[in-house]
């Protein structure tokens, strides 16, 4: 399938949802408050897909080979031109996709390369959506650990990202919107007070 080369189309293409759910994978990515009756759900990666809580996402932010579950009809976003090309090369089936570089402009003015969950608000806010809800985006500071279920994984950022950088690029991304914003992850309410993004 083409390349998704700008915002105006990716909104077209997610049928211009007036809300917007976005789920890292964090263990508040499982949050009982989360809402149910939001119109698009991005998600990162696809480790969750075996955890069987909201596991049709409209958008999958990546960086990882896996390929898509049979029957996702997800489009999938990629930080870098080289890897989609890389990681698209692996798929069997085609799908919609698009380059997050190629929709959002000052990526290089960050000291470290921001997350695929960074990436995902900072897409979600320019999509300009009524209402955003975050969950999920934990800072790798959440008791139970780094993803939710499995207490063993190093609870920590990889080597290529940090929490300085993807906190303050979360911080320029928010804000800007101007629409209702809900935040269901206490380690990122405590770094991005409400109140301090307006």
């Not at 949802?17 to 759900?41: F, K, M, Q």
């Not at 898509?68 to 976003?77: K, L, Q």
Request: with cysteine; hydrophobic share 40%; aromatic share 8%.
């Amino acid at each position: 399938m083409p390349e998704i080369a700008d915002l105006e189309t990716l909104r077209d293409r997610l049928g211009n949802p007036a809300t917007i759910l976005c789920l890292g994978n964090g263990p508040s990515s499982e949050s009982p408050e989360i809402p149910r009756d939001c119109d698009c759900l991005f998600r990162v990666n696809w480790i969750w897909r075996d955890r069987g809580f909201l596991t049709e996402p409209d958008l999958v932010f990546t960086g990882d080979p896996d390929a898509p579950p049979p029957g996702s009809h997800a489009i999938v976003g990629f930080a870098t031109a080289a890897e989609a090309e890389r990681i698209l090369e692996g798929y069997r089936a085609p799908v919609d996709w698009f380059v997050v570089r190629g929709l959002l402009r000052d990526l290089d003015a960050y000291r470290d390369v921001p997350t695929n969950g960074a990436l995902m608000i900072a897409v979600a806010v320019a999509l300009a959506p009524r209402r955003l809800v975050i969950s999920g985006i934990d800072l790798y500071r959440h008791p139970q650990g780094k993803y939710p279920g499995v207490a063993e994984d190093p609870n920590h950022y990889d080597a290529i990202h940090s929490r300085e950088t993807d906190v303050s690029f979360m911080r320029d991304a928010l804000s800007g919107y101007r629409g209702e914003l809900t935040v269901l992850s206490d380690a990122l309410n405590r770094e991005l007070p409400p109140a301090t993004l307006k």
